[in-house]
């Protein structure tokens, strides 16, 4: 149990599976009570400003199977949600087409807190502005979702319902990210825009990978954008302009303009809607311009 005062947390018991299966059993049993503690780094600052008050809070410290970042035999990466963010920034098998990854999570607060922060709780959390999930979106990741009743999966673009939300049901939780290889010719990059860089939340974030034919045409594009929606959004028009053709500038300047008519973003505190729209299609060319820089080196 977890003592309480005017100047803490309220009080939760505190429960520590060793198991997936023990896990859900666990969330099947409190339901709505009970939150999950991962990294912790968003749960503890919930908790210690009594924005959440659960009954329990479950840790999934001592679950070892949630932990791996491995090669697939078809040349793509599983990851663990409790697989720390420290440990994907070096994994190189998050190379090539697959290393806007990494640099996803480059742009995640600092050292201290990717030291912390896990994958999975970056995901869990549902905040439209992580910086982690555009790429993975992205990359073509789909999540590995387990409960009582057995295993499911579906693309982590469908993971996120609404802001906080996720389509994790009572008694399942997240198990990992499957991300599928990466075409020959393919390249990708995250790009942040924010007031203090890597320390504060994205005002936009976009991820851009594209894949190349050999007539050096784009054979196939995938634009997420962070921050100026419920949740992450792919720019599926953008996406759609840029298929097939040769990619030329006037070509990326369109393409920028139509992923900002695709936004839809919201003034906050950080940055007004009309801003965040502007900074969609600036960030929109920058990323596809680098992106299919390093889709080129990577076929010549």
């Given at each position: 149990?977890?003592?309480?005062?005017?100047?803490?947390m309220?009080?939760?018991?505190?429960?520590?599976?060793?198991?997936?299966?023990?896990?859900?059993?666990?969330?099947a049993?409190y339901?709505?009570?009970?939150?999950?503690?991962?990294?912790?780094?968003?749960?503890?600052?919930?908790?210690?400003h009594?924005?959440?008050?659960?009954?329990v809070?479950?840790?999934?410290?001592?679950?070892?199977?949630l932990?791996?970042?491995?090669?697939?035999?078809?040349?793509?990466?599983?990851?663990?949600?409790?697989?720390?963010?420290?440990?994907?920034k070096?994994?190189?098998v998050?190379?090539?087409?697959?290393?806007l990854?990494?640099?996803?999570v480059?742009?995640?607060?600092?050292v201290?807190?990717?030291?912390?922060?896990?994958?999975?709780?970056?995901?869990?959390?549902?905040?439209?502005?992580?910086?982690?999930?555009?790429?993975?979106?992205a990359?073509?990741?789909?999540?590995?979702?387990?409960?009582?009743k057995?295993?499911?999966?579906?693309?982590?673009?469908?993971?996120?319902?609404?802001?906080?939300?996720?389509?994790?049901?009572?008694?399942?939780?997240?198990h990992?990210?499957?991300v599928?290889?990466?075409?020959?010719?393919?390249?990708?990059?995250?790009?942040?825009?924010?007031?203090?860089?890597?320390?504060?939340?994205?005002?936009?974030?976009?991820?851009a990978?594209?894949?190349l034919?050999?007539?050096?045409?784009?054979?196939?594009?995938?634009i997420?954008?962070?921050?100026?929606?419920?949740?992450?959004?792919?720019?599926?028009k953008?996406?759609?302009?840029l298929?097939?053709?040769?990619?030329?500038?006037?070509?990326?300047?369109e393409?920028?303009r139509t992923a900002?008519?695709?936004?839809?973003?919201?003034?906050?505190q950080?940055?007004?809607?009309?801003?965040?729209?502007?900074?969609?299609e600036?960030?929109?060319?920058?990323?596809?311009?680098?992106a299919l820089?390093?889709?080129?080196?990577?076929?010549?």
């Amino acid at each position: 149990m977890i003592s309480s005062s005017p100047l803490a947390m309220t009080a939760f018991d505190y429960l520590q599976p060793a198991t997936v299966q023990e896990c859900a059993e666990m969330l099947a049993h409190y339901g709505s009570s009970a939150s999950v503690l991962a990294g912790g780094t968003d749960l503890v600052v919930q908790l210690q400003h009594r924005a959440m008050r659960p009954r329990v809070v479950i840790g999934l410290e001592r679950i070892v199977e949630l932990r791996y970042l491995e090669p697939d035999n078809d040349g793509g990466v599983s990851i663990g949600a409790m697989t720390l963010l420290r440990d994907v920034k070096e994994a190189s098998v998050l190379s090539n087409g697959l290393s806007l990854i990494r640099q996803g999570v480059t742009q995640v607060s600092c050292v201290q807190i990717r030291n912390m922060a896990t994958l999975g709780g970056n995901s869990c959390n549902a905040s439209p502005s992580a910086d982690t999930v555009p790429p993975l979106i992205a990359a073509g990741a789909t999540v590995r979702i387990v409960g009582r009743k057995g295993e499911r999966s579906l693309p982590l673009e469908d993971f996120f319902l609404a802001p906080g939300k996720t389509a994790l049901k009572v008694g399942e939780l997240l198990h990992g990210f499957a991300v599928p290889p990466p075409l020959p010719r393919t390249a990708g990059v995250y790009c942040k825009h924010a007031i203090r860089g890597p320390f504060d939340l994205a005002i936009v974030g976009i991820a851009a990978k594209v894949t190349l034919d050999e007539r050096d045409r784009v054979r196939s594009a995938r634009i997420v954008m962070a921050a100026v929606g419920p949740t992450p959004l792919r720019a599926r028009k953008a996406e759609v302009l840029l298929t097939g053709q040769v990619p030329t500038e006037a070509l990326i300047v369109e393409a920028g303009r139509t992923a900002a008519d695709e936004a839809r973003p919201i003034s906050d505190q950080r940055a007004s809607a009309e801003y965040r729209r502007s900074m969609v299609e600036v960030w929109t060319r920058s990323a596809l311009r680098n992106a299919l820089y390093d889709a080129r080196r990577a076929a010549a």
